[in-house]
């Protein structure tokens, strides 16, 4: 299991009950709930974004069935795959990958 990262998000303010802002193409596309700043694979709920950052993640999830995102946490960037939205505000996460430091 990997260590629990903090860290900016895009220097955006946030309650402290949310987690890192996340992005699909560059696009913002919400925060992460309870704090959680995902490293693993599983199920994170989290509050969408209005716009076309979700709007966009969730047609290519559906047209190809995945979609690579990211977050930004202590200048690195943190890659993921989005596998699934088993329900509105959950999304099903895989297949993180560390950017190398000093890449931004």
Known sequence: MGTILSGGTLGRTTMDSYGPEFLFDG????????????VSDGSYAYVPFRGPGDYKMQLRLRESGSARSYYIAKNQRIFFTVCACPQNGVLQLAAFQREEPGAL
Not at 27 to 38: W, Y
Request: charged residues 10%; aromatic residues 8%; without cysteine.
């Open 27 to 38: 696009m913002p596309v919400g925060l992460f709930k309870a704090g959680a700043v995902p």
